[in-house]
């Protein structure tokens, strides 16, 4: 089926197009640069901005993609989880298409949709790393963003999601943003720590791995928590600054960048081996993390674990995964969402479809 989705939990517009597991169009717009003053999302922005480019973005998409809206067959977009008013946006636009074409409507799971992502294949797009085929299932996926921190179990994308754990405090974007703040780089800081990490030495300073003792293992197997490391970080830099010493900007950067990579497969792996699943797929924006994905290459060979990590524009929030999702709920033979659906900002992952 040739499905169009939209997308439009946070701070990006993503209109894509998809025909069954082909991408034939992935627009986005990203209002990132009018919440850079803000040092975060703000929430108002986000959605005013999906507003104005939602009109463009979907004509971009089907440019792109050389189709007309007659021609698709069904709507996807994203019900949550989310921010609210960014949320609704979409879900009322992808309403107004629904209505005005005559064409079912799905609303689907964002996260899921992370997952989805790694289904499409098309001209010039390759995974990030690892490997190249089909996506088996069950896979253990690891989904890192400005706004999450999931680990899940997928045993059938449309059908049987399971939540195994997530933060319990900030997700790992997050932490990026917080500890790029604090050492005076800019916002979103995952790029600028990246960056001045390579510079660093990654064994500098030893940071705390959160949840990673075995009382925290005993209770926390798999969920995360940053709040700890970045409290650590602020602590240790404040104290060099008092001592009248310079920060070693890149080694902080390496050795924080080092903590977080190091909690994320020490549970995603652990995650594997309890369940005997031998596969790992990475999503979200954090993937953009040199680091992690050097990482995760190495201990997933270590481990026998097959590593699988979408191209990076399919791992930041995009349509194409919401309309990769919906052409997997349409070919499985599932009703579509009734119109009076809501946006539901807090969906359970479990909930692949409202
Ligand atoms: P959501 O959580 O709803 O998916 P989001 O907009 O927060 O939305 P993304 O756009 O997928 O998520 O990712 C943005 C986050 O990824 C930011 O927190 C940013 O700092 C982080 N990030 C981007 N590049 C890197 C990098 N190279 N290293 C670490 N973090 C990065
Ligand atoms: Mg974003
Ligand atoms: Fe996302």
């Not at 107004?96 to 010039?124: C, Q």
């Not at 409290?231 to 950067?253: F, L, N, Q, Y």
């Not at 960048?257 to 979200?284: F, I, N, Q, W």
Request: one cysteine or more; hydrophobic letters at 45%; charged letters at 20%.
């Amino acid at each position: 089926p040739l499905v169009l989705g939209i997308e439009t939990s946070c701070d990006e517009t993503g209109i894509g197009i998809v025909r069954g597991r082909t991408l034939l169009a992935n627009a986005i717009a990203s209002s990132m640069d009018e919440h850079a003053r803000f040092g975060g999302v703000i929430p108002e922005i986000a959605a005013r901005a999906h507003l104005e480019s939602m009109t463009p973005t979907i004509e971009r998409a089907l440019a792109d993609a050389g189709v007309t809206l007659d021609e698709v067959d069904a709507i996807a977009v994203t019900g949550g989880p989310g921010l609210a008013g960014a949320l609704m946006v979409g879900v009322s636009a992808a309403k107004a298409l629904a209505v005005s074409l005559d064409k079912p409507l799905y609303a689907v799971n964002h996260l899921v949709g992370h997952v989805g992502a790694d289904l499409l294949h098309g001209d010039g797009l390759r995974p990030a790393v690892g490997t190249v085929g089909e996506l088996e299932l069950p896979t253990v996926a690891l989904l890192v963003s400005g706004g999450h921190t999931s680990l899940l179990l997928v045993r059938d994308l449309v059908g049987d999601v399971e939540l195994l754990g997530e933060t319990i405090d900030d997700a790992a974007g997050e932490a990026f943003d917080k500890v790029a703040r604090l050492l005076g780089l800019p916002y979103p800081g995952g790029p600028h720590i990246d960056r001045v990490a390579a510079e660093g030495d990654t064994q500098a300073i030893r940071f705390p791995r959160g949840l990673t003792l075995p009382k925290d293992m005993a209770k926390h197997r798999y969920d995360f928590s940053f709040s700890g490391l970045k409290t650590s970080v602020a602590r240790w830099v404040e104290k060099r600054v008092a001592a009248g010493e310079d920060v070693p900007v890149a080694d902080v950067a390496a050795s924080f960048r080092e903590a977080v990579v190091d909690v994320l497969l020490t549970k995603a792996l652990a995650a594997c081996a309890d369940l005997g699943v031998p596969r790992l797929l990475l999503g979200g924006g954090v993937v953009a993390n040199a680091r992690l994905r050097e990482v995760a290459a190495e201990r997933s060979a270590a481990a026998g674990v097959e590593l699988r990590v979408p191209p990076l524009s399919l791992c930041t929030d995009n349509g194409a995964m919401i309309a990769s999702l919906g052409a997997q709920l349409v070919a499985a033979g599932h009703a579509p969402s009734s119109l009076s659906f809501g946006a539901d900002s807090t969906l359970p992952v479990t909930d692949i479809q409202l």
